[in-house]
């Protein structure tokens, strides 16, 4: 799984784009975590980022083709400052996220979206 993504708005809300390849048809979750500690890929990556209780970023749904297009603004958060998501790894799952809303102890905890696919570290690049 690929990932190639850009951020802009230094001062929030974050505007994030990209792509992502390699998936099979269908839905994933799509998450914060921190701190992007990824000197052993994904599996170094922290807990859940959520500054303000609002939780992951949902999901991504990939075609036919294995490639999902992400296109979001999301508020609440920034590229510095106390809410800042620089440092931070955006991450892939392996199954859709339940939101909260799955019915189980771990959909409010975590999602319940299953095991890490891929993550990036958030950068800033001049």
Known sequence: VTTKSTCNKKNG???????????TKGEYGFHVH????????YTSAGPHFDPLSVRDLGNVIS??????????EVSLTALSG????????????EKPDGLGKGGSEESTQTGNAGHRLACSAVGISK
């Open 13 to 23: 809300p974050v505007v994030a784009s990209g792509a992502i390849t390699g998936l």
């Open 82 to 93: 106390d809410h800042s998501v620089t440092g931070h790894t955006v991450e892939v799952r």
């Open 63 to 72: 075609g036919k083709d294995g490639g999902a297009s992400v296109s979001m």
């Open 34 to 41: 921190q701190p992007a500690g990824n000197s052993q890929g």
